[in-house]
């Protein structure tokens, strides 16, 4: 693109000194056609000019034309170009825009899918894996009852403590990949038994103010879910609080869900870049997935308050 | 007199797991199965058990409700959740829905038998 335009700005110029080089020579043609037939003072002028000393300044009048078609040329390609940069630009911020859109989109799409994927791996741990591990313990349980001897008893021990041992791991990996009682039971005692939690292991005096009174689609249920998990494991790694209020609240328009802390609090630029910097990100695109906004008040010393509204608008697009 | 026992679980497999091993108890037995809550709720009103071990999670209908319709029918029949899941709010709402017992999967030999005993009453 570069090159072309170089190659349409020089040609131009050559153009305009070509038109510039025809209106030289007219104008010499012309002045010897007039010199010979026109007034002897003219002719006496010019051939002052053609003398010796002043042949070179008889050339470049000859030649201004030239250089001047030349610049001319010049500027008006330099114009043109210029237009076509600014054009050029605007259609590149327009794609830039577009290609941020699809791939905020994109980004929401996976976020989606991944939650699925959590959900598909959950069901099937639980199904699978869980009710055959439990089925071998009752096997083990039976066998222990029917045979007698003492040795093979040992090993049915060992055999039971190990599978249970291993229902309990699965039982913590279930629990991380999604809530076990959100589905059935609801946002509410999702969050409350979260906060329960969160208090019983951080010692981090917690209050939950729900005010909901329906259930919300899935996908904004696990969402919400998400942003205060994240936010509450902030506060835990970074805040050095010694009280945090969650509040999920239903307005005329929108879902609002506000995660307080009596903390240090940070430097939001400076939070950006460190380790806390990737939560709030997620946060931010987790509220952005479910057409959602995420704001930030913090400062050194001064706690930190994130507030996400989500548009009831949206409750019926995700119901994923 | 043996007990009369109705399982309800999605699973098959534990079943069979879960029939073998109340073989232990010669007082128990297995009457029939069901592999979910609509089915477990209609051999319930069929064969009036004296017990029912129900799993929690079965797809259409699930063990709290299959629990608390089986106790609205047949307020006799004593019923036993069995399940992976440890959560305390299961355990309520089983509890609030008339279910004895809760157990979890990984638990029940160790606590099935005594626990079977203890509601039905049978002397050892």
């Known amino acids: 693109m570069a090159n072309s335009q170089e190659s349409g700005k020089r040609s131009l110029a050559i153009i305009g000194a070509a038109i510039g080089l025809a209106i030289s020579i007219l104008i010499i043609v012309y002045s010897y056609d007039y010199a010979i037939s026109a007034d002897p003072r003219i002719i006496g002028f010019w051939f002052y000019l053609t003398q010796k000393p002043y042949r070179l300044l008889q050339l470049s009048v000859s030649l201004f034309p030239i250089g001047i078609g030349y610049f001319v040329g010049k500027e008006h390609q330099e114009k043109k170009s210029l237009k076509i940069v600014a054009q050029e630009n605007r259609l590149l911020y327009q794609q830039t825009l577009e290609k941020q859109e699809a791939l905020d989109q994109l980004m929401h799409r996976i976020s989606r899918a991944h939650e699925e994927e959590r959900k598909r791996i959950s069901r099937e741990l639980h199904d699978g894996i869980a009710q055959n591990l439990s089925g071998i313990i009752l096997d083990v349980g039976y066998l222990k009852a029917v045979i007698g001897e003492p040795e093979a008893q040992k090993h049915l021990q060992e055999l039971t403590d190990l599978a249970k041992e291993t229902v309990i791991d699965l039982r913590r990996i279930l629990n991380d990949l999604r809530p076990v009682i959100l589905d059935s039971q609801g946002l509410a005692p999702t969050l409350g038994q979260h906060v329960e939690k969160f208090g019983r292991e951080t010692n981090i005096e917690i209050e939950l103010k729900m005010d909901l009174a329906q259930r919300l689609p899935p996908g904004m249920e696990i969402t919400i879910f998400r942003i205060v998990q994240e936010a509450l494991n902030n506060v835990k790694k970074y805040a050095q609080a010694k009280a945090v209020t969650v509040a999920v609240g239903l307005d005329s328009d929108s879902v609002g869900v506000t995660i307080q802390d009596d903390g240090q609090g940070f430097d939001l630029v400076k939070g950006l870049q460190d380790h806390r910097g990737f939560g709030l990100v997620n946060m931010k695109d987790r509220a952005e997935s479910i057409g959602g906004t995420i704001d930030v008040a913090t400062q050194p010393g001064a706690g930190t308050t994130i507030k996400v509204t989500i548009p009831l608008a949206s409750v019926g697009e995700f119901d994923g | ?124």
């Open chain 2, 1 to 124: 007199m043996s007990k009369r026992i109705l399982l309800v679980d999605n699973s098959k497999q534990f079943r069979a797991n879960l029939k073998r091993f109340l073989r232990i108890d010669p007082d128990l037995e297995v009457i029939a199965e069901a592999q979910g809550g609509e089915e477990a709720c209609a051999l319930a009103d069929e064969h009036k058990p004296d017990l029912v071990l129900m799993d929690l999670k079965m797809g259409a209908m699930d063990g709290i409700e299959a629990t608390r319709r089986i106790k609205n029918a047949n307020p006799q029949t004593q019923i036993i959740v069995l399940t992976v899941y440890d959560e305390d709010l299961y355990r309520s709402d089983a509890a609030a829905a008339g279910a004895a017992d809760y157990i979890l999967k990984e638990e029940i030999p160790d606590n099935l038998l005594r626990s079977i005993k203890s509601i039905l009453s049978i002397k050892d």
